[in-house]
């Protein structure tokens, strides 16, 4: 019933920024939570960065202070800012999110196909 479409990625050198997005194919009541993961070839998929439906947010050591995840509802869009970027920040990126399509109906988990993330150093 929705998809969620990402955007954002691609190629950058080391110490450069970039933002990713991911937003919802149609129009949806809310989404909660949100998180950001990433899994490089031979890695396990990790969790980079999340949101929660109050704003709350938390993040892995290896990304604070470089990594922000932010929300904009009004256009059912989740970024993903991502500064100094570093060699091994190099992944495929994907969005988690727990979407409300209709008012009566209960929250589900969806994913995005993933965008790739390329830094050279």
């Known amino acids: 019933q929705v998809q969620l479409v990402e955007s954002g990625g691609g190629l950058v050198q080391a110490g450069g920024s970039l933002r990713l997005s991911c937003a919802a194919s149609?129009?949806?009541?809310?989404?909660?939570?949100v998180g950001w993961y990433r899994q490089a070839p031979g890695k396990q998929r990790e969790l980079v960065a999340a949101?929660?439906?109050?704003?709350?947010?938390n993040y892995p050591d290896f990304v604070k202070g470089r990594f922000t995840i932010s929300r904009d509802n009004a256009k059912n869009t989740v970024y993903l800012q991502m500064n100094s970027l570093k060699p091994e920040d190099t992944a495929v990126y994907y969005c988690?999110?727990?979407?409300?399509?209709?008012?009566?109906?209960?929250?589900?988990?969806?994913w995005g196909q993933g965008t790739q993330v390329t830094v050279s150093s």
């Open positions: 949101i929660s439906s109050g704003g709350s947010t």
């Open positions: 988690n999110a727990n979407i409300r399509l209709f008012s009566l109906t209960s929250p589900t988990d969806y």
């Open positions: 149609r129009s949806i009541y809310s989404i909660n939570a």
